[in-house]
DNA sequence: TTCTAAAAGGGGATATTTCCCCTTTTTATA
DNA sequence: TATAAAAAGGGGAAATATCCCCTTTTAGAA
């Protein structure tokens, strides 16, 4: 009988071979290789030619995370399905993986049986989507409309960096090379972009936006 | 030939059942149960009173996290040897858990062959240590002069929350119902304690310690 | 009850922030 | 090159924040 050729990439090798053995012991699949990153799924491909169906692709990892690592699987072998397995369970983590074309997103809290499924289901179908992957998929969509995020130039970034920080605005001026009143103008035009009606305003903002990091 | 009794806890099925497997592969040892979180170690030992040698422990996890289950643990089945395994390898999630009365700490991105021989380790010499491990130790020793943790009273810690909004100190004086001139010794007060030379310090040293959330 | 320290309140001065309305210089582009 | 928009700069004033030094009230220990 014909088994599902199949590759994990999994920076956590313990977990990576542990699921080896749990694949393998499926009769329709078989494990052709375990690989640590991205990176090791790319070079993997420069000296093999045998394509796995799918690739069992785990997202935060180093070198090459899984996300770069669908992406290039997309652009140079589309034949191949992902099938994205993280402990993320953010939607910002989840659309960024299905946009890189992974064809199905599975925590890794799941019942070895739902794996076992979806790996058939992804075969056969060409995807599988849980339901917690359809509904962050809704939900993205009707949230699309607030998030406008503001954009801000690079002059004005840089003071307001600086505006969290304990300097004045005499100070801020003067690491910017401007006059204080430039500095006045900046100030009041983040006020007005960001809603704030105080310093306070601009550095919660900047916190809350990663802005600047502490 | 007698195995050595293992159990393992983690809440990512997937991880453990596939660890299960991997571990049952080993002659030495033998999977008795895999539970899902501390809550059920501590009800799987209500109703049975065979004792594995080691638990296999993950750290986070839901209902009760592998901290507490480790310290149940040493306060009510001593005999029984915990074996960390967790992606955490931050400093002070090893301390806690060492603290418990973890005898070792294994990260995820471990080689099998390395699990196996700290389980065998803890089995016959009742601890595994890690490099990584000891180092932490060690650093733990040098850094314990500094974090002298700020003690700041609870008006105090009221006021620091309040001064990290975009109320000006007069409305922050209502809110906590003080004068504007006792609002204005706390913050003299905070600016002392915490090195701060104007508000946005206090907002800064907040938000870097957690007092406030965004 | 007396004493003491912490909590609360205050006067008054100076520095900084915030605001509004304006001009000049630079940059981009039609 | 003309012209509009963006960036930079400014005057002046009111509101806040910051600072220093002081008194009164409250709560708890002696």
């Not at 962050?136 to 969290?164: M, V, W």
Request: hydrophobic share 45%.
């Amino acid at each position: 009988m014909n088994k599902i050729d199949i590759i994990i990439v999994d920076d956590h090798v313990l977990f990576s071979q542990a699921l080896n053995g749990l694949v393998s012991n499926y009769d329709e699949f078989n494990v052709v290789t375990v690989l640590n990153n991205g990176k090791e799924l790319v070079d993997y491909f420069s000296i093999e030619n045998k394509q796995p169906k799918i690739v069992l692709m785990d997202i935060q990892m180093p070198l090459m995370n899984g996300i770069e690592a669908t992406q290039w699987l997309k652009d140079n072998k589309p034949e191949i399905k992902v099938l994205a397995l993280s402990m993320e369970a953010d939607e910002d983590t989840i659309l960024k993986m299905l946009r890189a074309g992974a064809k199905g997103y599975l925590l890794k809290d799941i019942h070895p049986s739902v794996l076992q499924h979806a790996l058939k289901e992804v075969y056969a179908s060409g995807f599988y989507y849980t339901e917690n992957v359809t509904n962050t998929l809704l939900n993205s969509i009707h949230n699309k409309e607030k998030p406008i995020a503001i954009k801000l130039k690079e002059r004005e970034l840089e003071f307001l960096k600086l505006a969290c920080t304990e300097r004045t605005y005499k100070e801020i001026a003067e690491v910017m090379f401007l006059s204080p009143k430039t500095v006045d103008n900046y100030r009041e035009a983040l006020f007005e972009k960001l809603g704030a009606k105080t310093r306070i305003g601009l550095v919660l903002y900047a916190i809350k936006e990663k802005i600047v990091i502490l």
